[in-house]
Antibody, heavy 119, light 107 residues
Framework: EVELVESGGASVQPGGSLRLSCAAS????????MTWVRQVPGKGPEWISY????????YYADSVKGRFTISRDNAKNSLYLQLNSLRDEDTAVYYC????????????WGQGALVTVSS | SYVLTQPSAVSVAPGETARITCGEN??????VHWFQQKPGQAPVLVIY???ERPSGIPDRFSASNSENTATLTISRVEAGDEADYYC??????????FGSGTKVTVL
């Protein structure tokens, strides 16, 4: 069974940093592209980052470019998101999600990790 | 970039058919994917590449995509279908765009 489990969510002050992790199991992690998507409670999902299977290609939404960094460790079946220079508007539930086929959508999602940015 | 417009809410009686639209210029040229999200849960893919259903999704869920509108159709609606629904496309900049979301209420 495919499973994605996020961890590392926390409450942090504006300007602070955080690293989210996503542990994958039940599928050949190294063969799949992965993404991070966030969602403000009561709002729709917002894609924020993508990484190819071998980490050679990474993309970011304009809202996080230069502040967030996506990475992965295929030997550990893990995906990461480093969040720096956090702002109030980064408060959201952060999901890791597996991309499928040519990467146009995501078929499996984790349960999410809540990040709260507040002074 | 794409802006996917959905009706904010759709109400439907049990057993009837719900149709949720997703509008954007020339969306018919893109592959459209649909997610269902229930309160407190992660989104679930219910339709991908315009018309395909992932395993485990009932055949009551179907979709179409043409010209400027993509449509998700839920036939024989059940109480358990009550949820938020989002359309999604992928653009040439390798960005994923989600629609504004539609809340489906089963009367």
């Amino acid at each position: 069974e495919v499973e994605l489990v996020e961890s590392g969510g926390a409450s942090v002050q504006p300007g602070g940093s955080l690293r989210l992790s996503c542990a994958a199991s039940g599928f050949p992690f190294s063969s799949f592209e992965m993404t991070w998507v966030r969602q403000v409670p009561g709002k729709g999902p917002e894609w924020i980052s993508y990484i190819s299977s071998a980490s050679s290609t990474k993309y970011y939404a304009d809202s996080v470019k230069g502040r967030f960094t996506i990475s992965r460790d295929n030997a550990k079946n893990s995906l990461y998101l480093q969040l720096n220079s956090l702002r109030d508007e980064d408060t959201a539930v952060y999901y890791c999600a597996r991309a499928i086929r040519d990467g146009q959508t995501m078929d499996q999602w984790g349960q999410g990790a809540l990040v709260t940015v507040s002074s | 970039s794409y802006v996917l417009t959905q009706p904010s809410a759709v109400s439907v009686a049990p057993g009837e058919t719900a149709r949720i639209t997703c509008g954007e210029n020339n969306i018919g040229r893109k592959s459209v994917h649909w997610f269902q999200q229930k309160p407190g849960q992660a989104p679930v893919l219910v339709i991908y590449y315009d018309t395909e259903r992932p395993s485990g999704i009932p055949d009551r869920f179907s979709a179409s995509n043409s010209e400027n509108t993509a449509t998700l159709t839920i036939s024989r609606v059940e109480a358990g279908d009550e949820a938020d629904y989002y359309c999604q496309v992928w653009d040439s900049s390798h960005h994923y765009v989600f629609g504004s979301g539609t809340k489906v209420t089963v009367l």
